[in-house]
């Protein structure tokens, strides 16, 4: 089974940026749809972004519009989500996820591999 493994997390102030990364088996992040997924505490797990195979992308328009990028690099095997004007509802853990081949999916449930997390806390 896959392994993912999420990095890049921390403590940021409200407004800067980070970029999580999510290191992949080069097949996975070559032939599968990766998307990125966070929970808060007490909240269910929100869908943010995922990109396919021939790099098509979609958002979560509602909670991160033109603030997150995902984005992959095939020749290291790391897809990133680069955030930038984080606020503090942005706090979450943040997970990396795999799915079968196909249009870039919403469904925590379209995913059957996962990383571990990484937490994402903004703070003043």
């Known amino acids: 089974q896959a392994q993912l493994v999420e990095s890049g997390g921390g403590l940021v102030q409200p407004g800067d940026s980070l970029r999580l990364s999510c290191a992949a088996p080069?097949?996975?992040?070559?032939?599968?749809?990766m998307g990125w997924f966070r929970q808060a505490p007490g909240k269910e797990r929100e869908f943010i972004a995922a990109?396919?195979?021939?790099?098509?992308?979609?958002y979560n328009d509602d909670s991160v519009k033109g603030r997150f990028t995902i984005s992959r690099d095939t020749r290291k095997s790391t897809v990133y989500l680069q955030m930038n004007s984080l606020k503090p509802e942005d706090t979450a853990v943040y997970y990396c996820?795999?799915?079968?081949?196909?249009?870039?999916?919403?469904?925590?449930?379209?995913?059957?591999?996962w990383g571990q997390g990484t937490q994402v806390t903004v703070s003043s």
């Open positions: 996820a795999a799915a079968q081949p196909g249009n870039p999916s919403r469904e925590p449930g379209s995913y059957g591999t």
């Open positions: 080069s097949r996975t992040v070559l032939w599968y749809t």
């Open positions: 990109i396919s195979r021939v790099g098509s992308t979609t």
